[in-house]
């Protein structure tokens, strides 16, 4: 059970964790930028030299560990989903979308050609959904991480 669960998690060494990380993509125009209805999409390559958030003097690395070629974060606001029952499940939704991905696929061979950090956000509130809205809420959301995510494979080859 336990290595059902650690291959289907995200280790730390894959999320972004600090706000800082959420800052610094956020506000960095220079990387790729997507939207649909209901999420965005903001990326930022970082340089080889720097594999995480460096906060003292950049340490040369020969090689990254797979481990660090992509580090994703998920933001959903309080603004966009009151409940943080909602809060969870659109976050649940964009990990399992990005897990499917080409491009986690792709981060996991080594074939990623620079590291890059990537923020998947709710930028919307979603609709009330009643009892058969839900599963449209959720594959919608879906679709819509699919589809933002296949965009930034493409870039990132």
């Known amino acids: 059970m336990g290595e059902l669960r650690a291959s289907r998690c995200f280790p730390k060494a894959l999320r972004l964790r600090r706000s800082a990380d959420f800052a610094r993509i956020a506000q960095d125009r220079s990387g790729p930028h997507f939207s649909r209805s209901w999420i965005a999409l903001s990326a930022l390559a970082r340089s080889p030299a720097a ?23 998920f933001t959903a606001s309080r603004r966009m989903a009151a409940r943080s029952v909602e809060r969870n499940r659109v976050k649940r939704v964009l990990r399992e979308a990005l897990r499917h991905s080409d491009l986690a696929a792709r981060a996991r061979a080594g074939s990623v050609a620079m590291p890059i950090d990537v923020v998947l956000r709710l930028r919307s509130p979603l609709p009330k959904a009643g009892v058969q809205g839900l599963a449209h809420v959720k594959r919608e959301l879906r679709s819509q991480a699919d589809a933002l995510l296949r965009r930034l494979a493409a870039i990132a080859g």
């Open 51 to 73: 594999p995480a958030a460096a906060s003292g003097p950049a340490v040369p690395v020969v090689a990254l560990p797979d481990s660090q070629s992509l580090r994703v974060g």
